[in-house]
């Protein structure tokens, strides 16, 4: 399944409202009626992180500026108002089939 | 719950390496436990794969060269690579799906392997 994701680069006003978008080339609901579909946060020099998993569940510890929408093969994340610790790689990423695979990633800058 | 990998380096084109990845805070046995890596510069790219019943799963591209397994009396993950490419030069990170079903919520920090002559 290839995760396509857009824009690839989003520089965003501090404050300001920033959505990405995740395209699967197809659906990942699964036989149980599950969707395995996740947004990972990567900031400069760190590991991958875990915001939001099955569309729209925010990991503990997130914040509420970030939320998780869609279904079947199309995908949004979206931050309410942007923050400076919020810059860096964002990717969607599907574990409903193998082989698991990730977006391009999205730069999140700030303007 | 911590997972600490371990085992990068430096390794000729054609050579072997094994990564582990020590557990705190849960029991590898339990949890599905996934490698990705990322090359300099590049995305996330999806390794390996263990179960919790112990099934695993690998990439084409690594396939038949790349073995994933653990050792319940070290509670440790380990992936033995052998006939290593120049392009499997990567940061090898080990995630868990801890709390979260079909999502990886604990990751490791890394360990960096280049394959180079």
């Known amino acids: 399944i290839v995760m396509t994701q857009t824009p690839l680069s989003s520089p965003v006003t501090l404050g300001q409202p920033a959505s990405i978008s995740c395209r699967s080339s197809?659906?990942?609901?699964?036989?149980?009626?599950?969707?395995?579909l996740s947004w990972l946060q990567q900031r400069p020099g760190q590991p991958p992180r875990l915001l939001i998993y099955?569309?729209?569940n925010r990991f503990s510890g997130v914040p509420d500026r970030f939320s998780g929408s869609g279904a079947g093969t199309d995908f949004t994340l979206k931050i309410s108002r942007v923050e400076a610790e919020d810059v860096g790689i964002y990717y969607c990423t599907q574990a409903t089939q193998f082989p698991y695979t990730f977006g391009q990633g999205t730069k999140l800058e700030i303007k | 719950v911590q997972l600490v990998e371990s085992g990068g380096g430096l390794v000729q084109p054609g050579g072997s390496l094994r990564l582990s990845c020590a557990a705190s805070g849960i029991t590898v046995h339990n949890y599905y436990l996934i490698w990705v890596r990322q090359a300099p510069g590049k995305g996330l790219e999806w390794v390996s794969v263990?179960?919790?019943?112990?099934?695993?799963s690998s990439a084409v591209s690594v396939k038949g060269r790349f073995t994933i397994s653990r050792d319940t009396s070290k509670n440790t993950l380990s992936l033995q690579m052998s006939s290593l490419r120049v392009d499997d030069t990567a940061v090898y990170y080990c995630?868990?799906?801890?709390?979260?079903?079909?999502?990886?919520?604990?990751w490791g920090q890394g360990t960096m392997v280049t394959v180079s002559s």
């Open positions: 263990i179960y919790g019943g112990g099934g695993t």
């Open positions: 099955k569309i729209s």
């Open positions: 197809q659906s990942l609901l699964d036989g149980d009626g599950n969707t395995f």
């Open positions: 995630a868990a799906s801890v709390t979260t079903l079909g999502a990886f919520d604990v």
